[in-house]
């Protein structure tokens, strides 16, 4: 790019004055690209009728608003007879300001300055950066519409409004990206949605919390793909029915949250003070420390991740070993939790094969609900979808449009 252009970062633009005022002011001719075509028979054969002068808002040098005022030839093409403006490389027709403008009020935008603080910096209304923003988003998106399944993905229910209910969030786990949100969490709410996803095949690992929706769902749409169980909601899901029962043995200490506390951690974080104020209160409260032991054991087979295939195996037996005592267990929740992991087994022994779970799904479901609250809520599902795959979907950075 020679100096000249160098300046205004927009190509075929010959500087030739720069005059100082309350804004920068860039004058320059369009020099005519040599691609240049009529845009409606194509042809290259053309004359200058005329030129017009416009005014484009460029940026900000230091506090001062840049503006371009261009000479723009009109042409006549030879060939068909008609009369057109010619466009410049980086400005969108029809626009009063030029790409780069309007990505850098995106950018800021994007980064948190607010539409009030845009509007006094940029002149421009705050509605208006709301609509590029709009815009630069539903772009990207629409771009984004094409691609492939995610190999690694993370599939979840969040909340999204009391009128709509809830949503369907895929994760792209290995790259820690939204892939997308989607209305609804049944099958029948889903289904047009997953028959034109595309690359469903290829999909290989799916990451859910023991949902049996869910789990028909893979299964139907993602056929190649293997299921493996959440270790965050296992673990959760053992420290849920544990805790009940602890309160049908002791229901004045299950209020207590202290006990709540030392009960629910996992052994190896307990403090070394902590340990004989647990023993204490196994002694005065009969059968809960064999209980507790147990959870604790069951625990750490739950834990276990990046096993090898050999080890996994070696797990098989002892979570069997322990899924009959939950069976046999005269408790009902114990019983329930047998059951649901039994019918989980072979999702929670590949989990742990795997790293991967779904704490980056849960994480982006915080990240999510930021957003929502930002906005102050969003009544339109297609908005928040919009704004969840701008803010968690991708990086936020794009090549200028011409
Ligand atoms: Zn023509």
């Known amino acids: 790019m020679p100096e000249r252009q160098f300046i205004t970062g927009v190509p075929g633009v010959l500087v030739q004055d720069i005059v100082r005022g309350n804004s920068l002011e860039i004058r320059g001719i369009a020099e005519i690209q040599s691609d240049t075509a009529c845009p409606d028979c194509g ?33 006549f093409c030879k060939q068909c007879g008609r009369y057109f403006v010619y466009r410049v490389p980086g400005i969108l027709p029809k626009k009063r300001s030029t790409e780069q403008f309007r990505q850098e009020v995106f950018h800021l935008h ?7 603080r845009l509007s006094q910096s940029h002149a421009i209304s705050g509605s208006t950066v709301e ?4 815009d630069f988003v539903a772009y990207r998106v629409k771009e984004l519409e094409g691609r492939q399944c995610p190999l690694v993905m993370g599939i979840d229910e969040h909340f999204f409004s009391r009128k709509d209910g809830y949503a369907t969030t895929l994760v792209d786990l290995k790259n820690h990206k ?3 949100v989607v209305l609804g969490r049944s099958e029948e709410s889903l289904k047009a949605y997953l028959k034109r996803l595309k690359g469903r095949d290829r999909v290989q690992v799916v990451v859910m919390d023991m949902s049996e929706t869910y789990r028909n769902i893979i299964r139907k749409y993602f056929p190649n793909a293997m299921i493996v169980a959440d270790r965050f909601h296992g673990v959760r899901l053992l420290n849920h029915h544990f805790l009940k029962v602890w309160g049908t043995l002791d229901p004045d200490g299950r209020k207590n949250r202290g006990l709540l506390s030392l009960l629910r951690r996992h052994e190896c974080n307990l ?11 196994f002694d005065h409260v009969a059968g809960l420390e064999p209980l507790y032991r147990f959870k604790q ?50 999702p929670i022994v590949r989990m742990g094969r795997f790293s991967k779970n779904n704490g980056i799904t849960e994480g982006f479901h915080t990240k999510m609900e930021m957003i929502s609250r930002r906005a102050y809520g969003f009544k339109n599902f297609k908005n928040y979808r919009l704004r969840v795959i701008a803010l968690c979907g991708w990086d936020g950075v794009f090549a200028i449009r011409n």
């Open 110 to 116: 994007q980064g948190g300055l607010t539409q009030n």
């Open 297 to 346: 054991d069951l625990m750490q087979l739950l834990l276990k991740k990046k096993q090898k295939r050999v080890e996994a195996k070696n797990l098989i037996p002892q979570l069997l070993w322990h899924l009959n005592e939950l069976l046999e267990s005269p408790w009902e929740p114990l019983k329930t939790l047998g059951q649901t992991l039994k019918s989980w087994l072979e």
């Open 131 to 134: 609509r590029w923003y709009h």
């Open 178 to 180: 939204v892939f997308d």
């Open 43 to 75: 042809s290259q054969r053309f004359r200058v009728k005329s030129t017009q002068e416009r005014t484009f808002k460029h940026g900000l040098w230091g506090q001062r608003l840049v503006l371009l005022k261009i000479k723009i030839p009109k042409l």
């Open 271 to 281: 403090k070394p003070e902590q340990v004989p104020k647990l023993q204490n209160y």
